[in-house]
């Protein structure tokens, strides 16, 4: 399946983006997903994921801020980024949670990777 990711620019603290990864070759609702991100001069990190039976799970620090849906009728998974932080500044990343238990926050579960999309919060 190959991935890719968009709807990212900059955006003012307290904003909100909706970002999209879109999907081709394969079915995206075969398969968990999963947004990941990784800021500048930091390492990935693991963001949200939704299942196939649209049960998702966050970082913390998005709780209750962002949302991960998916709709598999336009082989698309979303993130809705509200009260967006100067901290949420990164490349954001679509994956498939290919590897590993349901609940993985390993970033060694998740691939193949979208191409990134850069979300820009200024304060």
């Known amino acids: 399946v190959q991935l890719q990711a968009s709807g990212g620019g900059l955006v003012q603290a307290g904003g909100s983006l909706r970002l999209s990864c879109a999907a081709s070759?394969?079915?995206?609702?075969?398969?968990?997903m999963g947004w990941l991100r990784q800021a500048p001069g930091k390492e990935r990190e693991f963001v949200a994921a939704i299942s196939r039976s649209v049960t998702t799970y966050y970082l913390d620090s998005v709780k209750g801020r962002f949302t991960i849906s998916r709709d598999n009728v336009k082989n698309t998974v979303y993130l809705q980024m509200n009260s967006l932080k100067p901290e949420d500044t990164a490349v954001y990343y679509c994956a498939v949670l290919s590897r590993g238990n349901w609940g993985s926050r390993t970033l060694a579960d998740f691939g193949p990777w979208g191409q990134g999309t850069l979300v820009t919060v200024s304060s």
């Open positions: 070759g394969r079915t995206l609702s075969s398969y968990n």
